[in-house]
Structures are given as structure tokens and as C-alpha cells.
């Protein structure tokens, strides 16, 4: 382990191109940074964390005429909202056949219908506001990797197609193709969902670390916060905050290619249990992710470097693909899991509010959680807040 953090980190520090650890999506023009906050400052609601997850909250705030404050310690999408595939799916990480498992029938259902309203808010968010982030609905393709989750795939889809969802099986292919999935430029969406938020009254302040919460108020290195409520979206770092909060860093690594002409994946896959993920941008890059499976003694803390153990998976799923096209990016991105798949949507016994925890699926869970929250925040009810209870068992 010690080995491949050395590597990783003397590759990154030397900056040789693939091996810097920048994701596709932050590499290129960035906006100019908001400001820090500098000085006391009140809000309806402060919110920790500059993420999709924070600034969906920000966001629905907004649009409900409240006016809330985003403080985040570095840039806006710089940890896991720029690091990810950019997949927006349906359901939890597992399939939807283990979720009637796990949670059983009636809470599966319930949960899959705040993903899908999740996408209808993503929609409607960059409709509504001309959001440039190549968002397309081309469905995505959940692929077996053995007899055992092929026969989930298949009795999932089955369910699934029952309740109305889009979804088809393909025998030989051994998958089933979900028609309303979809997938985005993640850093896009989030500067574009930061700036309909200011425009609807947020304020964010880029650059700010929160050292301490409470109820009423965040504690800055140069000022004090003081709001009538207060939500953490820190995801993998929420126990910096908030001890207790039972969410575990989780790494996960991804490369992207040089742009290849042909459209080898003409949709997201997500694969062997989500273990592995792979998608082709609009112009043309291969994303591939995941393989953590294979060492998970090492892909667990903050440390958001790409390692060669990892990396040499990668590369060899674009050796069997016949993929040729040169890797330009290789990058890692912690991940917050909760202790049982689900998010943690709701106000804890202390009177903050979380919204983190997504287990890999924030895309699939934050403008839906943004919206929960916010309508908690203002009627103190939501008709899901018990599936997603911080302080459940």
C-alpha cells in the first residue's frame, strides 16, 4: 500500500502529463474564483460544501425565495463532483433485485422514484437555465460479470419493466439497456447549477474552510456564519465536521483518452456490480473507472491520488476493447459511503442537516436530496425523509 501511495503521489508531484491526478472535467478554462468570506455574515441557511450536493440545496433554496450561503474550503466541483463518470442512473449502487434484498420491495420502489425524480430535476435545472454540460439521455447498459448478477439483472429488469421503466433485456450480451438513463459533463452542471443559484439569490464563497458547526451558524478562518440552519454536503469528509456521521472515504480512480473518432460506446455502462464503469464523451474521449474491487486494502482514506495498481487495470480493459488512443488523464476521487447504501438526506438530533453520503451515486441522489432538504428546512416535513434518516439504525 505504503509502495503505491509513493508512486502516486512522486508521479503527481512531477506532473508528467496523465500521472497528475487532474480529472477531464477540471482540466481546461475555469471561472474565476468567487471570493473568500471575509467578516461575519448572516443567511436564511449556511451550507458547507460547494459540490452538486451543496449547491442543489442552494439551489432549490433559492428558488423558494430563501437566501442562502455556499462555503467552500477550495474550488466549486473540485472533489468528488469533479472526479466521477458523469453517469446519472436510476437506483443504488446495487441492482434493484439486492435493494428489495436489502431494504425490501417497498422501500426499493420508493427510493428508485427520488432517482428518478432526481433526473427530472436535472433536466428541468438545465432547461430552465441554458446549463451547457452535454447532457444526453442515450439510457445505459447494466452489464453481468457472472452467472449470479446476470440472473439479478435479468429479474430486475423484469420488475422494473412491470412498474413502467424503460428497460431490455439482450440475452447474448448478457445486460439490460435502461432507456432513460443519462450522463453529463459533471463540472459543467455544477458551476452552471452555482451560477442560477446566485442568480436566484445565493452567495458562495469559494475558498472558505469551515472548521466548526452548529445549528445556527459555521465558523470560518475569518469570520462567523450565523443562519437559521445549517447543512453539511461534505460527503467523504463529513466527519471532519460532524463526528459520528458513519460515512467511509472510499477511493475511486478513472483515466480518459485522447478523443477517438469512432463511437465504440454509444452509451454509459456500468458493470460487474458497479465495480466497473466505462463511458464515451460527446467528443469522442474513453472513460473508464473502478477495478477497486481488486485492492480494496488499499482504494479506502482521502489520499486522492491515481495508483499504478489501479491504473494497470484500467489500461487493461483498453488493451481488450482494442482501444489505441492515448491516455491524457488519470485521477482519483473520494467517495463517501454510508453504512447501508443509502444517502443520509435529513436533520440529525443536533439540528444540522446532512445531505452526503451517496456511496458513489451523488449525481443519482443530490438534486433530489437538494430538494428534500430544502423543503425540510422550510415545512419541517417530506413524505421520504424517513428512507434516508442521518441517524437511522
Given amino acids: 500500500r505504503g509502495g503505491d501511495l509513493a508512486v502516486a503521489a512522486g508521479r503527481a508531484r512531477r506532473g508528467h502529463g496523465a500521472g497528475s491526478g487532474l480529472s477531464v472535467w477540471l482540466d481546461g ?3 474565476a474564483r468567487r471570493v473568500p468570506l471575509e467578516g461575519d455574515a448572516t443567511a436564511d441557511v449556511a451550507i458547507v460544501g460547494g ?49 428489495c434484498r436489502r431494504f425490501g420491495l417497498r422501500t426499493a420502489e420508493r427510493v428508485w422514484d427520488v432517482t428518478v425524480r432526481n433526473r427530472e430535476l436535472i433536466r428541468d435545472a438545465v432547461r430552465r437555465h441554458g446549463i451547457e454540460c452535454d447532457l444526453a439521455w442515450n439510457g445505459s447498459v447494466q452489464l453481468a460479470g457472472d452467472d449470479d448478477e446476470w440472473r439479478d439483472i435479468r429479474a430486475s429488469a423484469e420488475a422494473l419493466e412491470a412498474r ?60 462567523t456564519v ?22 467511509a472515504p472510499v477511493r475511486g480512480q478513472m483515466l480518459a483518452t485522447a478523443p477517438v473518432a469512432e463511437r465504440i460506446f454509444p452509451r454509459p ?20 473507472g473502478g477495478w477497486r474491487n481488486t485492492a480494496v486494502d ?11 495498481r489501479i491504473q494497470q487495470k484500467l489500461d487493461g480493459f483498453l488493451v481488450e476493447q482494442g482501444v489505441r488512443a492515448e491516455v491524457t488523464h488519470r485521477w482519483a476521487g473520494i467517495m463517501g459511503f454510508s453504512h447501508d447504501g443509502l444517502p443520509y438526506i435529513g436533520r440529525r438530533s443536533s439540528g444540522v442537516y446532512l445531505l452526503a453520503g451517496f456511496t458513489g451515486h451523488g449525481n443519482a441522489f443530490a438534486m433530489a436530496g437538494g430538494e428534500m432538504v430544502a423543503t425540510l428546512i422550510r415545512t419541517g416535513s417530506h413524505p421520504d425523509a424517513d428512507l434516508f434518516d442521518p441517524e437511522r439504525p
Fill in 29 to 31: 478554462p475555469a471561472p
Fill in 51 to 99: 459540490g452538486i450536493a451543496g449547491l442543489s440545496v442552494a439551489y432549490a433554496l433559492a428558488r423558494a425565495g430563501a437566501r442562502p450561503i455556499v462555503l467552500e474550503r477550495d474550488a466549486l466541483g473540485g472533489a468528488a463532483s469533479g472526479r466521477n463518470g458523469g453517469f446519472i442512473l436510476a437506483g443504488v449502487a446495487e441492482s434493484f433485485s439486492a435493494a
Fill in 164 to 223: 413502467g421503466v424503460g428497460v431490455a433485456l439482450d440475452g447474448p450480451g448478457r445486460c439490460a439497456v435502461y432507456e432513460e438513463d443519462g450522463e453529463m459533463h459533471p463540472v459543467r452542471f455544477v458551476r452552471g447549477l452555482a451560477d442560477a443559484a446566485e442568480r436566484l439569490g445565493a452567495r458562495i464563497h469559494e475558498g472558505t474552510a469551515v472548521r466548526r458547526i452548529r445549528a445556527d451558524g459555521a465558523v470560518t478562518d475569518h469570520g
Fill in 226 to 247: 450565523s443562519a437559521g440552519a445549517v447543512v453539511s454536503c461534505t460527503n467523504a469528509y463529513t466527519d471532519h465536521l460532524i463526528a459520528g456521521a458513519r460515512i
Fill in 269 to 288: 455502462v456500468y458493470a460487474h456490480r458497479g465495480y466497473r464503469y466505462w463511458r464515451q464523451t460527446r467528443d469522442g474521449r474513453i472513460l473508464v
Fill in 298 to 308: 488499499v482504494e479506502v482514506g482521502e489520499v486522492a491520488l491515481p495508483t499504478p
